[in-house]
């Protein structure tokens, strides 16, 4: 992706079944939670380079002894940070008392972070600083230990103001309008009234103050708590928790918009956000990690039991096509056969825009995530050619030598790495036209690759955001190879409106597709659209409810994609640019071939899979018309 987009985190649960003795017996070391904890948030790195967090607790402690710990972390390698000063307290033991490395009992009596069960998190920072009190994973404290909550989650909630007044209303006074402290407490108020409803009913049953804490523990009802906290939350969510006492759950949204997958033996139960990250620390086939399902709650009690409780109704399930596309890591089997496909879908209309003409064009992406993709190309290439050698060999017939053969059979797609991604250059450059001049040179190129004013030059990208990094960088670098033409080709079709469950693109202004459309209408004498666009919102956030629709539609009808696609071309190009330019974006029937179970396709149709995403669609839009620089939700 040639613009830089924050989005959701990544999650990673670890339960432990059985005493820390098991592991030491079994592995030789009393940290084995620890290590694959680690080794998951790695694998995971790339949901959250904003900061990481890491919470832990310890069954059955005895009174007035710590059993919650938690480190949190915005350093710049937050995982090493946090994970290194876990280190450094077994070290300091090791030192003193080596031994007691491996006594699992000793530790997890006077050592932090020996406990049984982990929670961690990687943060990507939609909007809010980057404050350390940012990073989950979030406490809540109670000296009950059924009432202590640590709340971590992929999540972005569309109608936080809702939920806040929510808890305004029964009587809280919230620290901040922020949706992970939002979520959190009103979990914890309905974790509140369990307790007290466990309560009165072994009170009434004649058991002692001391005898009900372990019995409340035992029956506390975590698909009723979720149930009555969530049923009025609006957005896209995979969010993890865990009780003092020991049950933890993972809840994610009835759209399965943001992933979640678990794995479990006699062993673990262990939870993350993508699967690859299972796989690999726990050397497990595919087949053997689950999806938890939409709507639905993966339950883990202390006791031991694990299942998934429906929690609320699932939807059609529309699971974020992006993740396919860009944000997860590429070595999940599914998603790379996903971004192969992709690729080779563009091959038509590539075709079309070289003028079949394979002999004097190079194909090459744009790093990284467009890489598969650009595999999937090539490979559609080469089945293009074998096609017209076929043909070729045929039109011989008897005229067919050993010279005309090879030459014929020599006929293969050209491919070069043409950018190389090198680190950015910034911070110590403030004035804005000198800092301009250095982010054109955040690619290396390749030079002696194009034949200068002959070939042309395909590049496919994962997706098109917001065009600026293409215009100030990537085209005036790849221009200066000297190609006749250039034809960016992106992965994703036209990103036309805001997301409002993970990315930071609440600004409908800020996207290249929506600006074009825009400009087309006003070139065409087409402004009362904007003007009917504009009164049909205001009119719906007037009314507010459920049954919002998305206007904004209105703004592209008009249009072609493909004329949507021109204009971005003539908005992208930079005005010192030789070579002809086009570009060239997937069709959004071909995404849902290439994800077939993934069609959460919000960003390109409009088809927001729940009310809220409709009620921010029409906000981002009289934002826009009102000159409102802010979020839309």
């Known amino acids: 992706m040639s613009d830089f987009l924050h989005h959701e985190c990544g999650i990673a649960m670890i339960r432990l079944l059985k005493p ?45 002894s710590r059993y919650i710990s938690r480190y949190r972390s915005n350093e710049k390698q937050a995982i090493k940070d946090i994970f290194g000063r876990m280190q450094a307290k077994f070290e300091e033991v090791g030192k003193n008392n080596p031994e007691h490395l491996s006594d699992p009992e000793w530790l997890k009596k006077n050592v932090a972070f020996t406990g049984e069960l982990w929670l961690g998190h990687l943060r990507y920072g939609t909007y809010g600083g ?62 509140d ?36 906290s969530s049923h009025r939350w609006d957005g ?47 050397n497990v086939p595919v087949e053997s990690v689950n999806e938890i399902k939409p709507g639905h709650a993966l339950v883990i009690r202390k006791n031991g039991k694990v299942g998934e409780e429906l ?47 394979l002999r004097n064009t190079v194909l090459s992406f744009i ?130 409106y805001p997301d409002c469950y993970g990315i930071d693109m609440a600004k409908i202004g800020d996207l290249i597709a929506f600006r074009a459309a825009i400009q087309l209408l006003e070139e065409n004498n087409l402004e009362h659209i904007i003007d009917e666009t504009y009164a049909r919102c205001k009119e719906q956030l007037a009314m507010g409810g459920k049954e919002m629709k998305n206007y904004v539609r209105m703004i592209y009808q008009p249009f072609t994609a493909e004329q949507i696609s021109n204009k971005i071309a003539e908005l992208v190009r930079p005005s010192d640019l030789q070579a002809d330019l086009q570009i060239i974006f997937q069709k959004i029937e071909d995404l849902h071939a290439a994800c077939p179970n993934h069609r959460g396709d919000w960003y390109f149709s409009g088809n927001y899979p729940t009310p809220g995403g409709n009620r921010v669609v029409c906000k981002a839009f009289v934002n826009y018309i009102e000159g409102v620089n802010e979020r839309a939700y």
């Not at 009393?30 to 310890?58: C, S």
């Not at 997958?261 to 262990?270: K, P």
């Not at 017939?397 to 190389?420: C, F, V, Y």
Request: net charge neutral.
């Open 20 to 64: 820390l003795s098991y592991y030491q017996e079994k592995y030789g070391t009393a940290f084995y939670a620890m290590n694959k904890l680690y080794l998951m948030m790695e694998k995971q790195h790339n949901r959250g380079q904003d900061g990481a967090g890491v919470a832990n607790i310890k069954f059955d402690p005895a009174p007035g």
């Open 130 to 191: 980057n404050s350390i009190e940012a990073c989950h994973p979030f406490l809540r404290q109670n000296n009950w230990m059924s009432r202590n909550l640590v709340v971590a989650g992929n999540f972005n909630m569309t109608n936080v103001d809702e939920l806040f007044q929510d808890l305004v209303e029964i009587g809280q006074h919230p620290k901040e309008k922020a949706d992970t402290v939002t979520v959190m407490e009103n979990i914890g108020h309905f974790l």
């Open 193 to 228: 009234e369990e307790n007290e409803l466990q309560y009165a009913k072994f009170k009434k049953l004649g058991n002692s103050k001391e005898e009900i804490s372990p019995l409340i523990a035992n029956h506390i009802d975590i698909g009723r708590i979720l149930k009555n």
């Open 236 to 282: 896209g969510y995979a969010i993890a928790g865990m009780f003092g006492h020991g049950d933890a759950f993972v809840l994610r949204d009835p759209a399965g918009i943001r992933p979640a997958f678990f794995y479990r033996d006699e062993e673990v139960v262990v939870v993350a956000s993508e699967r690859p990250a299972i796989m690999t620390a726990f």
């Open 311 to 357: 929690i609320n109704e699932p939807t059609q399930k529309l699971s974020c096509s992006f993740e396919r596309i860009y944000f997860s890591r590429g070595s999940d089997v599914d998603i790379y056969k996903e971004r192969k496909e992709l690729g080779r879908l563009l091959c038509q209309s590539t075709l079309q825009s070289v003028d079949y003409d």
């Open 367 to 496: 790093p990284n995530t467009a890489e598969v993709a650009f595999y999937g190309m090539l490979h559609g290439m080469e089945d293009y050619l074998r096609d017209v050698k076929k043909r070729k060999i045929k039109a011989l017939g008897n005229d067919l030598t050993d010279e005309k053969l090879m030459e014929i059979l020599n006929i293969r797609p050209r491919a070069e790495k043409i950018a190389i991604k090198d680190a950015k250059l910034r911070t110590f450059i403030t004035n804005d036209d000198e800092r301009s001049d250095l982010v054109t040179h955040v690619y290396d190129i390749t030079y002696g690759t194009i034949r200068k004013g002959v070939d042309n030059l395909v590049v496919i990208d994962d997706s098109i955001v917001r065009g600026t990094t293409l215009k100030n960088s990537i085209l005036r670098m790849l221009d200066r190879l000297g190609p006749k033409k250039i034809v960016v080709v992106s992965s994703a079709p036209q990103i036309r």
